[in-house]
């Protein structure tokens, strides 16, 4: 069992090099889509040669800038559209330095293809690699990356959606090496650097039936690459005469089966008739194809792990490359470090049509002492992410129903209140009192119905100390006043002249003087807000900036930009609701309901002042009034106002009626009516400011934010890649055969020595008995008897003939000497 279970052994030799082949570094982006192109011009405006068909196009929705694309382009050839769709090497690589310390730039990257995307990779000379001669970080391929993660198509479209998250992919293969795919490289997330160290190890495995020998020097290995070039290029599509890249062409082979068009052109640089061979030429593939059969192919491999194929060969000689992550921050240092004064007073612009300029200087100072990149690399890179982040904010379908929908709230919020007529336009506004007189026929008719009440209250006389010590009197002394009574010139007279009684009249006056004065600020219209300050207008200029970038007339970040100026940062904060909400709001809860419950409040105490009780019965009972008495509460009301006792009581039935009524309409009518009101303002007010909030205090201050390029967008966007050597070795893994057929001739031997007393040559002697002794051994002695015996007769005879020849060369010896 020794002999079929282990055959051979596997040693291990590390070996400490001078210098070592520095390997391939491939750079791939998780997201092959770039936003930017796809919604470009050039793609956008482009023209097929012919209509897409009909199933296609129902697949689609026409009015998407991503579905368009792919109505735009379906003819177009598919490695063509990949390689414009994909990360430019220009842009995704920001800063090389090889492992030597010079630096190199994104032209030295060369394309990568692979079945999930297309990766840039480094060192691809397979004649002059690059040599490293030494280990650790200090001799490392140093890469500043750009993941361009604003470039990642969010949308809802099933086909050009990016599936993975934003990130690199850091292959490192060798020279010889066609990888399939990018999957099995070294993650590397946006927002770190990432050392990646690794060590090497050179396999070499015995011939036999699970690896094949791709390339010899020898004679012999060349006549049998030269005998499977048939076989390799049925399996591989031919090209290089090795089967290296035997599994992408198997892929590559399975999407013409099934999509009957080829992807070698893009993914090879293969000629498609010299690989069909008999078959008919296939065409390239186009969008339509690769999106609709190309792309379920490729999704069938990556689910099976690209393991699909078993056919294709392993080589037995090659190297592998065992790597790992170091994971550590980024440095600071990578933009300018901005030193900025604070906020200064910005003044808006008068023309609301007129694009930002990009270039607009800020008055700031740069630290560039310490920054990795130069001002031109970042203002390239700013110009392109600012150019992709407004592409995404206008053709990104979440971000545009979402922007879209906060604006139609807003506008929707704004039509409520135009509609309550609370707007901030003067033909859009009605004050409380007009909303009042509007609901309420009876708020509009009691001061025209007692218009000599409603006049007196709105003139009163003046009220010196005089004029209301000689009002006390009249109370006091009532019809039986004379002609010739004297005046009082105070309150101390009056009080000396009748008593306690006279203090009591007194507070009497006083709360009746407060009464009337309540009850006419509720039916005055003086007494509330008749137009907005005129401040409230910039609401007209808030719309019209929605509805310019709604058009395409500005760009987010211009809308941003002016939304967020000091002067509209204060409309938006403080003018609404001063000038607006607390305004109105402020009539209706001060001027109407604070009125009315101190009314309420004032009811009882002029009960316990009145000098028979009886005047309580106007505020609970106002309907049953009907005594012919003047009572002393509208007495002291009638005095007053109309300063005539002797007419006291035509006074006093006016006043009653003006109560009677005024009361009926506050208590049943104005209390409730402007409590609903309010509710509904405030609700439609709480919308405003909700929509307000959500768009111009998050959305557009998040969106200018990202255009800070600050730390968030650095953290975002970039990475820090490190690639070296562990250790400066190799370690060279070698298969040899231990256990040959003379090791297991001896074992055999041994082992029957052991158990059975014999050995081997016992055993030889045996079967040399047995053969002896048998058929087989007389015929091989017959056999060779007769063998001796013609070999005897033909040396008999060759013996013969050379005595003759020696006879006649004696002769002839004999007669030259003579």
Not at 215 to 222: A, H, I, L, P, T
Not at 560 to 579: C, G, K, P, S, V
Not at 610 to 624: E, K, R, Y
Not at 663 to 681: D, H, S, V
Request: charged letters at 25%; a neutral charge.
């Amino acid at each position: 069992m020794m002999y079929w279970l282990t055959p051979v052994a596997t040693n291990i030799v590390a070996v400490y090099p001078a210098s070592l082949a520095f390997p391939v570094i491939a750079i791939c982006n998780n997201n092959q889509h770039r936003l930017s192109w796809l919604a470009g011009e050039s793609i956008q405006k482009r023209r097929p040669n012919g209509t897409a068909p009909l199933w296609f196009r129902s697949q689609l929705n026409q009015l998407d800038v991503f579905d368009r694309v792919l109505l735009n382009g379906w003819d177009m050839e598919a490695g063509r559209f990949l390689r414009s769709a994909a990360h430019q090497r220009n842009r995704m690589i920001i800063q090389c330095e090889l492992p030597n310390g010079s630096r190199c730039s994104a032209k030295d990257f060369k394309p990568l293809w692979t079945l999930t995307g297309l990766c840039w990779a480094i060192n691809t000379d397979f004649d002059r690699p690059m040599e490293v001669t030494g280990a650790g970080p200090g001799n490392a391929l140093r890469l500043l990356v750009n993941v361009e993660r604003y470039e990642r198509v969010e949308s809802c479209t099933p086909k050009l959606r990016s599936r993975s998250l934003p990130g690199l992919k850091v292959l490192i293969i060798n020279q010889t090496d066609i990888p399939v795919s990018f999957l099995e490289g070294v993650n590397v997330p946006a927002g770190f650097t990432m050392d990646i160290p690794f060590w090497m190890r050179q396999r070499q495995k015995l011939r036999g039936r699970d690896c094949v020998v791709m390339g010899q020097s020898n004679g012999e290995g060349e006549a049998k690459e030269s005998s499977s070039v048939e076989t390799e290029e049925k399996l591989s599509g031919g090209g290089k005469g090795e089967m290296r890249d035997c599994l992408m062409g198997s892929y590559l082979g399975e999407i013409e089966r099934r999509c009957n068009c080829s992807m070698r052109k893009a993914f090879l640089k293969q000629d498609v008739t010299a690989v069909a061979g008999e078959l008919a030429p296939l065409s390239p593939c186009n969008v339509l194809q690769y999106f609709n059969c190309v792309q379920s192919v490729l999704d069938w491999a990556k689910n099976k792990g690209f393991t699909n194929f078993g056919q294709c060969p392993v080589p037995c000689e090659s190297i592998d490359y065992t790597a790992w992550q170091d994971m550590n921050e980024l440095p600071t240092n990578i933009f300018p470090r901005i030193i900025s004064f604070g906020n200064e007073n910005e003044e808006e612009t008068a023309d609301l049509g007129e694009e930002d300029e990009e270039g607009t200087e800020e008055e700031v100072h740069h630290c560039t002492h310490s920054q990795m990149l130069s001002g031109q690399s970042v203002g390239r890179i700013k110009r392109a992410a600012r150019e992709a982040l407004e592409t995404q904010a206008r053709y990104q379908e979440d971000i545009q129903i979402r922007t879209r929908r906060m604006v139609a709230q807003l506008r929707q919020s704004v039509q409520r209140l135009m509609e309550m007529r609370w707007g901030w336009r003067q033909n859009h506004f009605m004050g409380v009192h007009k909303h009042l007189s509007e609901r309420l026929p009876c708020y509009a008719e009691v001061p025209k119905t007692h218009a000599n009440v409603f006049n007196a209250m709105a003139n009163p006389k003046p009220q010196g100390e005089e004029e209301r010590a000689e009002q006390l009197q009249e109370l006091l002394m009532g019809e039986e006043q004379k002609n010739d009574t004297k005046r009082a010139k105070s309150f101390e007279e009056v009080k000396w002249t009748f008593g306690p009684i006279a203090e009591e009249r007194q507070k009497e006056m006083l709360m009746m003087r407060e009464l009337t004065k309540m009850i006419y600020s509720l039916f005055s219209a003086d007494s509330f807000t008749k137009r907005l300050p005129i401040g409230l207008q910039r609401m007209d200029k808030v719309l019209k900036l929605a509805k310019m970038y709604e058009e395409g007339q500005m760009t987010k970040e211009s809308w941003a930009e002016r939304m967020q100026t000091r002067n509209m940062r204060h409309f938006l904060e403080e003018d609404i609701y001063e000038d607006w909400h607390n305004l109105l709001v402020r009539d209706m809860e001060q001027n109407v309901l604070e009125v009315i419950n101190k009314i309420e409040e004032l009811s009882p105490q002029i009960y316990q002042k009145s000098s028979n009780g009886t005047a309580i019965s106007v505020l609970f009972a106002v309907n049953c009034f009907c005594l012919p008495i003047p009572l002393p509460f509208f007495s002291t009301g009638s005095v007053l106002l109309f300063g005539n006792v002797r007419r006291g009581s035509e006074n006093v039935e006016q006043l009653a009626n003006f109560l009677d009524d005024a009361f009926e309409c506050i208590f049943n009518g104005i209390r409730n009516e402007t409590a609903q009101m309010l509710k509904e303002f405030q609700r439609a007010m709480l919308e405003l400011h909700s929509a307000l909030a959500m768009l111009f205090r998050k959305e557009l201050p998040e969106y200018l934010q990202n255009m800070e390029f600050g730390p968030k967008f650095i953290r975002e966007n970039f990475a820090q890649v490190n690639v070296f050597l562990h250790k400066m070795n190799i370690e060279y893994w070698r298969q040899e055969p231990t256990y040959s057929i003379w090791s297991f001739f001896c074992d055999i031997g041994a082992t029957m020595s052991l158990f059975l007393g014999a050995s081997m040559l016992t055993i030889i002697e045996v079967l040399y008995f047995v053969l002896r002794q048998s058929r087989i051994y007389r015929s091989i002695a017959v056999w060779r008897q007769r063998k001796n015996s013609l070999k005897m007769t033909t040396e008999a005879a060759e013996e013969n003939v050379g005595t003759k020849n020696e006879g006649k060369e004696r002769r002839t010896s004999t007669f030259m000497w003579v």
